[in-house]
């Protein structure tokens, strides 16, 4: 089974950058059976919603809501997921959260507070 856990979140000031870590941990099957990993977001009340996703191949998919703002990368050799936010917005304030699919299951981190103030 894959655990995951991210780091990296924090406050900073519109205009400002993040970088937040996945760090995927397991049996080695497992995680060489990971297909594509993720991170999605979720705003209080709102739904969680995908931000950007590569795949093991390096095939990435990126909201259009971030699209020029936010890079999404992926370490296999470390096991790693990446997002570089830059020009942060009040609007990407949200709970991130990391996802890995493998096989037929996904898993979930617990997620990390990223708060954008004005």
């Known amino acids: 089974q894959v655990q995951l856990v991210e780091s990296g979140g924090g406050l900073v000031q519109a205009g400002g950058s993040l970088r937040l870590s996945c760090a995927a941990s397991?049996?080695?099957?497992?995680?060489?059976?990971?297909?594509?990993m993720g991170w999605y977001r979720q705003a209080p009340g709102k739904q969680r919603d995908l931000v950007a996703a590569v795949t093991s191949v390096g095939r990435t998919n990126v909201a259009d809501s971030v699209k020029g703002r936010f890079t999404v990368s992926r370490d296999n050799a470390k096991n790693m997921l990446y997002l570089q936010m830059n020009s942060l917005k009040p609007e990407d304030t949200a709970v991130y959260y990391c996802?890995?699919?493998?096989?037929?299951?996904?898993?979930w981190g617990q997620g990390t507070q990223v708060t954008v103030s004005s």
């Open positions: 397991g049996s080695s099957r497992s995680i060489l059976s990971i297909d594509v």
């Open positions: 996802n890995a699919a493998y096989g037929r299951r996904t898993v």
